[in-house]
């Protein structure tokens, strides 16, 4: 496949542009940033477009004509949503409608648009409603959540009208190596390795009695390859591993790679105006449409995402 990948610079994008590489498709990345530096990933093809611009969008589209599309591009921090809620709907929304609509007479008549959205359309749920799946009902409660589910409910008119197959994933938390600090695993594990490089004297929290449930990015964009491989039009899934795990655990598994365990302080800012106590999702629908499974030990990815750091806080010297 040919498949063109919004926010190819980000994160995820960049782990998406390995995945698709290594398992034979050709990739064409597209974000407002510049591509990715050579050795950082794989090769690939790269746009630089403002996806609030719709007739940019139409160009770039019509030129790749990809025969799918990940659309990762969007605003990804839950907290700050607060402070901008316009702009949140404008990345996650309006954006995506942009690009689906430029992609819906564009791309050949099996292409596929996969969507990726948020396990936060969710909102605050009781213990006997976990494990959440594709149909349980959706009450989200931040701006991010919101922008999410209006994208969703949105491309879902659409594709009505365009019939462009549709295909939307909704990943719980996923974190791994090259994760933004702003971002709570990846927070964690930067200041430990600046405490134990002796520039930090204390690590500072919010909420640590919340539970997530965490996957490793690199099992994250392996499941979207094969949502674009396997999927059918009109399949939304959930992408979670089915077990949760408490901020303060995960504290404590980084402790433990750090071999210190520092002083703490709690944060007041760190706090968000509303916090679903625990989420935990379901992945059986995508397990059995396309063969998904996790593979990576929550203890490895800290590792990983410790390590990342350490490297940072030590080239920063």
């Known amino acids: 496949m040919h498949v063109l990948i919004t926010g190819a610079s980000g994160f995820a994008g960049r782990h998406a542009i390995r995945e698709f590489t290594a398992a034979g498709h050709e990739v064409t990345g597209l974000d407002r940033g510049k591509a990715v530096g050579p050795g950082e990933v794989p090769e690939y093809r790269h746009f630089m477009v403002d996806l609030a611009d719709a007739l940019m969008v139409e160009d770039a589209v019509r030129e790749v004509r990809p025969d799918v599309i990940l659309h990762l591009a969007g605003w990804s921090h839950v907290g700050e949503s607060w402070k901008f809620p316009a702009r949140v709907l404008q990345a996650n929304a309006t954006n995506a409608v942009n690009l689906y609509t430029a992609a819906a007479g564009n791309m050949p008549p099996d292409g596929r648009f996969l969507f990726v959205s948020s396990a936060d359309v969710y909102g605050p749920v009781r213990e006997e409603e976990l494990p959440l799946t594709e149909e349980s009902p959706t009450h989200p409660e931040s701006p991010y959540a919101v922008s999410k589910l209006s994208a969703e409910m949105l491309l879902q008119v659409l594709r009505r009208n365009f019939s462009l197959p549709l295909l939307i994933a909704r ?53 979207y390859r094969l949502i674009l491989e396997k999927g059918r039009d009109g399949d939304l899934f959930v992408v979670a591993s089915g077990e949760s795990h408490t901020i303060d655990s995960i504290v404590r598994r980084l402790f433990e790679a750090a071999g210190i365990e520092p002083r703490m302080r709690k944060d007041p800012a760190r706090f968000r105006p509303f916090d679903t106590k625990e989420l935990r999702g379901c992945s059986e629908f995508l397990r059995e449409r396309t063969g998904w499974t996790p593979e990576r030990p929550l203890e490895e990815t800290l590792r990983d995402i410790f390590n990342a750091a350490c490297e940072e806080v030590c080239a920063e010297a």
């Not at 990943?171 to 594990?189: E, K, M, R, T």
């Not at 990015?217 to 392996?222: A, E, G, K, T, W």
């Open 171 to 223: 990943p719980f938390n996923h974190i791994g190596p090259g994760q933004s600090p702003a971002f709570v695993c990846s927070s964690f594990a930067r200041q430990i390795a600046e405490i134990q490089q002796g520039r930090r004297k204390e690590l500072v929290h919010g909420n640590l009695q919340t539970a997530r449930d965490f996957l490793d990015v690199r099992d994250v964009v392996r499941a």
